[in-house]
């Protein structure tokens, strides 16, 4: 039997030279005549151990890692292939703690199992869920989801199972699924590694919600930049139209974003979807109402409908049994910036920012104190080291003035200076407002500017006022979260370290 090696073509990966150790390992395989197979897979998200290879044992895959070129020829004469010892050995990968203290459900499969094998996909449970359901009536579908406790894991938390409720209730023949894959915050690669490691679980999460609300199409719409994602997305729709699993009943495409922040937030994304500029929308109608060609439609971002497989394959009671308080289920942790072990943590909500921070990063790659986090992309909150117990919940994050979002955490060391971050949100939101709202649209540049005097010492507490007056007409008055947003990072920057603002 020939041994299998897993190597991830992750965009991660791919970044730091795994189809290089492809190449490498396939040179050392002719060269020495040896019967091996390479499986392509995603990647595990321990990137710091990329180019990560594992070698299938009868004990299980052994970790060798980070693998350079350099190093290949000394694998292989040290047996890597029968798992044996070498400097770069992790041992089992499964018992590596980062991976083995997670409870990993929507992120099972992914750096597992070869990203565009249908048969892999089965083998691994893959449609599990969605055969369930085609046993129950499509009401039972959105009950269990309700029932599961699933929030929207594209930042608002709004409960899943109530937006398809009201999509089934809303009259009309022709209604659509719309997956969000516009992942533009910073620190955030979540939808990028289900795309590109796992397809078939979005796939089949997108024909079960097409089920449970009686619609015949659905789009994924992908931001430009995910080329990979693209290709892979592509592809496994094709398989899955010759596998037999679309196109009865439920037809799927993949289209490419417009290149915009804005297009994020979901009447945006409509309006691009639809062929035009990419502008917020007045709500109501809400998209569940009037959505996409004016028809009823179910937005959700690629973690929530994801997760709809292994609800219906387990039950609702299952997921619900994860997490804390109203926030049920995994939480997928995105770990950026100045950290040890930038990764991907899937876990139960209600560990702390501490504990996401210190026991899987490692703290600081600076080694230098940290002094902020940010958590929940461009338009969360800066917070002190004093609020680094803060659970990772909704609800919890709401009360101290945060934004759990998209589950991205970016680490800063003392180095930071909060008063160019609080500059740099404001001018994200001047450059990526689609224009429509005039709070957005000029809030944005005055606040730019006024942060600009502050910086420069002229007349602090003057402009620190008109700072703290356009956020609270930006929080009051701009058409979508983009503008309502953008005072979450400016303030905390200001309330929470206020020494920044008052350099000499």
């Not at 070498?86 to 070869?114: M, N, S, V």
């Not at 417009?258 to 502008?279: F, M, N, V």
């Not at 909150?381 to 803060?390: G, K, R």
């Not at 957005?440 to 008109?466: F, H, Y």
Request: with cysteine; charged share 20%; glycine share 12%.
């Amino acid at each position: 039997m020939s041994t299998k090696i897993y190597i991830s073509i992750d965009t991660a990966a791919v970044s730091i030279g795994s189809l290089t150790i492809i190449q490498g390992i396939n040179q050392e395989f002719r060269s020495r005549g040896i019967d091996a197979t390479i499986v392509r897979t995603g990647s595990r998200g321990l990137f710091w151990l990329e180019p990560l290879v594992e070698v299938e044992t009868p004990a299980g895959r052994v970790g060798y890692g980070p693998v350079t070129t350099d190093a290949i020829p000394s694998l292989f004469a040290a047996g890597f292939l029968e798992g044996r010892p070498h400097p770069l050995c992790l041992g089992l990968t499964e018992e590596l703690p980062y991976l083995k203290r997670q409870q990993r459900l929507t992120f099972a499969r992914c750096g597992i199992t070869d990203p565009l094998s249908l048969a892999d996909y089965e083998a691994h449970g893959g449609f599990r869920g969605l055969r369930r359901a085609l046993a129950m009536e499509p009401a039972a579908i959105v009950e269990e989801l309700v029932a599961s406790g699933l929030r929207g894991r594209g930042g608002a938390g709004f409960p899943t199972g109530v937006k398809w409720r009201t999509v089934l209730q809303a009259p009309g023949p022709e209604k659509y699924i719309v997956c969000n894959a516009d992942e533009g915050d910073s620190g955030t690669y979540a939808d990028r590694m289900i795309m590109e490691g796992d397809p078939f679980v979005l796939i089949e999460g997108m024909i079960i919600a097409g089920m449970a609300v009686g619609a015949a199409r659905g789009y994924i719409y992908l931001r430009s930049e995910y080329p990979a994602a693209f290709r892979v997305l592509k592809r496994a729709i094709a398989i899955a139209y010759d596998g037999g699993y679309l196109g009865k009943g439920f037809d799927l495409e993949v289209r490419l974003g417009a290149g915009a922040y804005i297009c994020g937030e979901e009447t945006s994304l409509l309006e691009s979807l639809e062929g035009k500029r990419g502008q917020v929308r007045f709500k109501p109608p809400l998209p569940a109402l009037e959505g996409l060609f004016g028809k009823p439609t179910v937005v959700n971002n690629v973690i929530s409908l994801a997760t709809v497989p292994i609800i219906l394959d387990k039950g609702a009671r299952y997921y619900a049994d994860y997490g804390m308080g109203r926030s049920r289920g995994t939480l997928t942790i995105q770990l950026a910036g100045n950290v040890r072990y930038a990764g991907l943590i899937e876990t139960a909500f209600g560990m702390t920012l501490r504990e996401a921070i210190y026991d899987y990063g490692g703290g600081t790659a600076s080694g230098r104190p940290l002094r902020a986090v940010q958590v929940g992309g461009p338009l969360g909150a800066y917070f002190p080291e004093s609020l680094l117990d803060t659970p990772l919940d909704y609800e919890a994050f709401a009360e101290r003035k945060g934004l759990l979002g998209h589950g991205g955490i970016v680490v800063f060391d003392d180095t930071v200076d909060l008063a160019r971050q609080a500059r740099f949100a404001m001018e994200f939101c001047a450059i990526e407002s689609c224009g429509k709202c005039t709070p957005c649209r000029i809030g944005s540049t005055r606040g730019v500017e006024a942060i600009d005097k502050i910086i420069a010492n002229q007349q602090r507490d003057k402009n620190l006022q008109i700072v703290e007056d356009l956020c609270e007409l930006l929080q009051d008055g701009s058409l979508c979260a983009l503008g309502g947003l953008t005072p979450v990072p400016v303030l905390s920057a200001i309330h929470h370290f206020p020494e920044d603002f008052h350099r000499v």
